[in-house]
């Protein structure tokens, strides 16, 4: 509501505005206000979204750690990111074919995949690893998760991608 008064004050001090572009520019300014309070509760929405997505992809990413705790190799940090690059990449090629909502698509891939992955437990494993004079371990543990996260990804990208399209006819097949 700010923002209406701040609008108001201004046309009060446009003495040149004529009167018929005063009602357009109200009209054009209470659309303007349905769209701040539609970004605003689709704001509210997302937020939401990436906090229920965090918190369940932190607790799978959890459970896979109390799993593998035992391990001298940290196993369960490399599954995680593995793991959620391919399914980051499975939901960029859905996304391509298929229309997702937006707040949809943000939780999973900003609140679950962000919060499934861990690049700050690679560092501090990485640390670990170093300090403990693990070479064999830190080398193959870095090409695990860079080089494999990376082509987890690409290749999660293709199965999205196949996937959306093969939704997407699915879905012009049974319209028609």
Not at 6 to 29: C, G, H, K
Not at 92 to 99: E, L, Q, S
Not at 105 to 112: A, E, I, S, Y
């Amino acid at each position: 509501m700010y923002v209406k008064k701040l609008l108001v004050d201004y046309l009060d001090q446009a003495p040149y505005i004529e009167s018929t572009y005063n009602v357009d520019y109200t009209f054009n300014y209470y659309n303007f206000e349905r769209e701040v309070v539609f970004m605003t509760k689709k704001l509210y929405l997302t937020l939401i979204a990436i906090a229920i997505g965090g918190a369940l992809g932190t607790l799978f990413r959890y459970a896979i750690n109390l799993q593998t705790l035992t391990l001298l190799f940290p196993l369960g940090t490399a599954l995680e990111n593995l793991v959620g690059s391919l399914l980051l990449g499975i939901l960029t090629g859905f996304v391509i074919h298929v229309k997702l909502n937006e707040v949809l698509k943000t939780g999973l891939g900003v609140g679950f995949c962000g919060g499934f992955s861990t690049m700050s437990t690679l560092a501090a494993d990485f640390y670990y690893l170093l300090v403990a004079e693990l070479w064999l371990l830190l080398f193959t543990y870095l090409f695990i998760s860079v080089i494999g996260g990376v082509l987890l990804a690409f290749l999660g990208f293709m199965i999205g991608e196949k996937g959306g399209a093969k939704y997407q006819l699915s879905r012009r097949v049974g319209e028609g």
